[in-house]
């Protein structure tokens, strides 16, 4: 789980931080479409706040014993990744929203 932990921390934290900088960049990456309103880019610093504290909480799981706590880090990761896929297939079947990344 060490392993794991890590590598969600690291992804999460530069994700987080790219969404909390340049929610545009990233939206426009990701999708392909801009976030022309105000309360878009703010909902992009919020989202990328979320994942920066998911994040932190992988960074400090992976060197904790196994145990209910470090569980529940990789079960909450699974559900938002699980959610984050969805949300991306939404987006791409439904809305045809398709960036580069």
Known sequence: MKTLNTVSAAIELGAGLALMVFPSVVVKLLLGSSLDAPAAVL??????????????????????APGC?????????????LGAVAVFLLAALVENLAGIA
Request: contains cysteine.
């Open 69 to 81: 706590a470090a569980k529940g880090v990789v079960v909450a990761m699974l559900f938002y990744n």
């Open 43 to 64: 909902l992009g610093r919020l989202t990328g706040a979320a994942l920066f504290a998911l994040g932190i909480a992988c960074w400090f799981a992976r060197s904790a």
